[in-house]
């Protein structure tokens, strides 16, 4: 049986229905694209509105940051400007801050020493903040720089404390100006400990690199991804498992969120970063058998870095030196503070009684 074939032409006239049908599809339309409109406008006003709050959020963060950093002092020596800040009485201590620091960093992480009777000494490196990159910007020449400052400051004898990538300069501080050094403290250090093949001394998490070559370029990347990828950059830039970190205590979780945001302004502090990749890659041996001073190295097993072989090897071969080892917290020793703290306070009230200004 076949279908029925329709002639239109003999359809007739629409019906009363279809007519109100066919008058009312116009209207159905503008309704459809006038939501559709609306939506779109909310949809731009709403992300008009984030990132204006975004853009916001960021210039007074990054302002915020700035006016830290401003409080430095500086200093004209003839081994160029260098910026420091000083705090506190008693024996002196100078402070050698890590990659991404400066005098800021230095003072945060020295406070407790401060607390326990000594005058701190933190001074940005060459490259941060407003010490200039020289052309010679060796571990040797930083060591120099050093004394300068201690000269200018007229410190005659001091204790150092050099951390992570501040240790290479420390070390040479010790052998080149043995007088001067009453003590040395070297925390997870960036030091130099023979690898099979002759690998690098240090290691370097998966996103180091990629994390170097981006947020460490640019203020607001960094910014950014200290709000939407701060694991990134604890195991990243801090070298911390961030499991570590979340098992942790309010106060050692607040630390390390201190030490993520405390290294911006990223811009200022670039050349530096760039200059501390260049001498922490190729880490020479040192005559570590000269090195006098009493001398304590702190080490954590589980620094993404390495520094715990490096520390290792160090005090296996300066004389009567001290190794403190915690089997987990990271670069940051995250879990550890109040210890790490303590323990240095007392090897520096033991050690550095000969510390003394001119």
Same mark, same amino acid.
């Given at each position: 049986?076949?279908?029925?074939?329709?002639?239109?032409?003999?359809?007739?006239?629409?019906?009363?229905?279809?007519?109100? =049908?066919?008058?009312?599809?116009?209207?159905?339309?503008?309704?459809?694209?006038?939501?559709?409109?609306?939506?779109? %406008?909310?949809?731009?006003?709403?992300? +008009?509105? +984030? @990132? $204006? $709050?975004?853009?916001?959020?960021?210039?007074?963060?990054?302002? !915020?940051?700035?006016?830290?950093?401003? /409080?430095?002092? /500086?200093?004209?020596?003839? @081994?160029?400007?260098?910026?420091?800040?000083?705090?506190?009485?008693?024996?002196?201590?100078?402070?050698?801050?890590?990659?991404?620091?400066?005098?800021?960093?230095?003072?945060?992480?020295?406070?407790?020493?401060?607390?326990?009777?000594?005058? /701190?000494?933190?001074?940005?490196? =060459?490259?941060?903040?407003?010490?200039?990159?020289?052309?010679?910007?060796?571990?040797?020449?930083?060591?120099?720089?050093?004394?300068?400052?201690?000269?200018? !400051?007229?410190?005659?004898?001091?204790?150092? /404390?050099?951390?992570?990538?501040?240790?290479? #300069?420390?070390?040479?501080?010790? !052998?080149?100006?043995?007088?001067?050094?009453?003590? !040395? *403290?070297?925390?997870?250090?960036?030091?130099? %400990?023979?690898?099979? #093949?002759?690998?690098?001394?240090?290691?370097?998490?998966?996103?180091?690199?990629?994390?170097?070559?981006?947020?460490?370029?640019?203020?607001?990347?960094? $910014?950014?991804?200290?709000? *939407?990828?701060?694991?990134?950059?604890?195991?990243?830039?801090?070298?911390?498992?961030?499991?570590?970190?979340?098992?942790?205590?309010?106060?050692?979780?607040?630390?390390? %969120?201190?030490?993520?945001?405390?290294?911006?302004?990223?811009?200022?502090?670039?050349?530096?970063?760039?200059?501390?990749?260049?001498?922490?890659?190729?880490?020479?041996?040192?005559?570590?058998?000269?090195?006098?001073?009493?001398?304590?190295?702190?080490? *954590?097993?589980?620094?993404?870095?390495?520094?715990?072989?490096?520390?290792?090897?160090?005090?296996?071969?300066?004389?009567?030196?001290? =190794?403190? *080892?915690?089997?987990?917290?990271?670069?940051?020793?995250?879990?550890?503070?109040?210890? %790490?703290?303590?323990?240095?306070?007392?090897?520096?009230?033991?050690?550095?009684?000969?510390?003394?200004?001119?």
């Amino acid at each position: 049986m076949h279908g029925r074939v329709l002639n239109f032409r003999d359809a007739g006239p629409p019906s009363h229905s279809q007519t109100r =049908f066919r008058k009312k599809a116009p209207k159905t339309n503008r309704t459809i694209s006038t939501t559709r409109n609306g939506l779109i %406008v909310a949809v731009l006003c709403a992300l +008009s509105i +984030s @990132c $204006w $709050w975004v853009i916001s959020e960021y210039r007074r963060d990054l302002g !915020l940051a700035h006016e830290r950093v401003s /409080v430095g002092s /500086v200093v004209q020596t003839p @081994c160029g400007q260098i910026e420091y800040a000083s705090s506190g009485d008693g024996p002196p201590v100078l402070v050698v801050h890590g990659a991404g620091g400066g005098f800021d960093q230095g003072m945060a992480f020295a406070r407790p020493l401060i607390a326990q009777g000594f005058r /701190v000494v933190a001074m940005s490196r =060459f490259g941060y903040l407003r010490t200039p990159l020289p052309n010679d910007a060796s571990a040797e020449a930083q060591a120099d720089a050093h004394a300068c400052l201690l000269d200018a !400051l007229k410190i005659a004898r001091t204790a150092v /404390v050099g951390a992570s990538a501040g240790a290479p #300069s420390s070390m040479q501080f010790a !052998l080149r100006h043995p007088k001067r050094c009453a003590a !040395l *403290v070297l925390l997870v250090p960036a030091a130099y %400990v023979p690898r099979e #093949s002759n690998g690098p001394s240090l290691n370097a998490p998966a996103m180091t690199q990629v994390l170097f070559d981006t947020a460490l370029r640019f203020d607001f990347i960094y $910014w950014s991804a200290t709000r *939407v990828a701060r694991n990134a950059l604890v195991r990243g830039l801090l070298a911390t498992p961030p499991e570590v970190v979340e098992q942790a205590d309010a106060s050692e979780r607040a630390r390390v %969120v201190d030490i993520v945001d405390q290294i911006m302004p990223i811009s200022p502090r670039r050349r530096g970063l760039v200059n501390d990749g260049r001498v922490v890659s190729s880490l020479p041996r040192y005559e570590l058998e000269r090195i006098a001073a009493p001398t304590l190295l702190v080490s *954590v097993a589980d620094d993404l870095y390495g520094t715990y072989d490096a520390a290792r090897y160090s005090a296996q071969h300066i004389p009567g030196a001290r =190794f403190a *080892v915690y089997d987990e917290g990271g670069h940051v020793w995250v879990g550890h503070q109040d210890d %790490v703290m303590s323990r240095i306070g007392s090897f520096l009230q033991s050690s550095s009684g000969g510390a003394s200004a001119h």
